[in-house]
């Protein structure tokens, strides 16, 4: 892979100009959500690609976003932002995916299939991916080795640390804009109900937009089922992207083209306290403590940069409980 996608090769055999040319003209013709396909042992894969991909061309108000367990749909549920990759090993079952790529490529989607003969081809392929991730980067005519917007996102989280360790405590937030069955609503959109707020916020979704998940909280397989249950109601009433993260682990990947590329974004936060908490060594704060700063401080850099955003505190019950409320009143209000 290193002889193929180097100088000395032909240009019409090198794997990672082919890949990242496709890529980065998709991009520039509108289709700038890069959904990978990957069976179950290919999963981590994905979140490798999205801080590869987001952090390296998603600024300047362009970019490419990787959707890494999007799961897949029909295809009258895409719009024309799309283009799917699918990564798949040559000889073992992956034959729903296969069948449900064809479909979306019979349907007109733009599709791209990479197989692997085994798990030994993982590290060519991250060699692929880096040199199309540079080309693409050529044809949206951006620099792919900086990341101008991350900072922005520790700058406020720092300014906010600088009040705990002067205070002892957080600085207060304003106030939600409504609360009920235990779930506190903050946003910049007005309501006087859960409902109103949530219609609110979707309300602005446009085609083309997409709508970035931000998971403050305990990973857990429950709440992994939920996320990928509001994406699926998400992506099948309103018919946008999805994505989700669970913080703060995607600021240092997609957290660049959050606010470094195109606005389209629009940014669903959840965070919740921390009954169980544990002192951070050395500071005069615990790690729940830090973990909302850097919420606190992510949303802040949001808003700076315009971005559309509404945050759901799920309160100091059970956190499932609180996010299977929250997945309701989407039920109800996205019709």
């Not at 799961?71 to 000889?91: I, K, Q, T, W």
């Not at 940069?305 to 409320?325: D, K, M």
Request: glycine share 10%; proline share 6%; with cysteine.
């Amino acid at each position: 892979m290193m002889r193929a996608c180097g100088a000395e090769g032909p240009t019409e055999y090198n794997p990672g100009l082919e890949l990242g040319a496709a890529l980065g003209v998709l991009a520039r013709q509108g289709r700038d959500k890069l959904t990978l396909v990957v069976p179950e042992n290919l999963s981590d894969f994905g979140l490798w690609l999205e801080q590869l991909v987001a952090e390296s061309t998603g600024k300047q108000g362009t970019g490419i976003l990787p959707l890494a367990g999007d799961p897949l749909s029909a295809p009258a549920m895409y719009g024309s932002d799309r283009v799917f990759v699918h990564v798949s090993y040559e000889n073992q079952p992956d034959e729903e995916n296969r069948q449900k790529v064809a479909a979306l490529q019979a349907a007109g989607h733009p599709t791209i299939t990479i197989l692997l003969r085994d798990a030994l081809d993982l590290g060519a392929e991250f060699f692929r991916w880096e040199v199309a991730t540079a080309v693409a980067s050529a044809v949206l005519g951006i620099n792919p080795f900086d990341q101008p917007n991350v900072q922005a996102a520790k700058t406020a989280t720092n300014r906010l640390m600088e009040v705990v360790e002067q205070q002892g405590q957080l600085p207060q937030t304003s106030a939600p804009v409504t609360s009920e069955n235990g779930l506190d609503y903050y946003a910049s959109v007005s309501g006087t109900s859960a409902e109103a707020v949530l219609k609110a916020f979707f309300g602005q979704a446009k085609p083309g937009d997409y709508l970035c998940v931000q998971a403050y909280l305990m990973e857990t397989p429950a709440l992994n089922a939920e996320l990928d249950a509001l994406r699926v109601l998400v992506q099948q009433r309103l018919h946008l992207a999805t994505a989700a993260g669970y913080g703060p682990r995607f600021l240092h990947s997609t957290g660049q083209y959050h606010k470094g590329g195109p606005d389209t974004g629009l940014f669903l936060q959840l965070t919740t306290d921390h009954p169980q908490d544990l002192p951070l060594p050395g500071r005069p704060y615990t790690f729940g403590t830090f973990q909302n700063a850097q919420a606190a401080g992510d949303l802040q850099a949001l808003q700076d940069y315009g971005r559309r955003t509404l945050r759901v505190h799920l309160g100091s019950g059970n956190t499932e409980a609180g996010l299977a409320e929250l997945l309701k009143r989407l039920k109800q209000v996205l019709v």
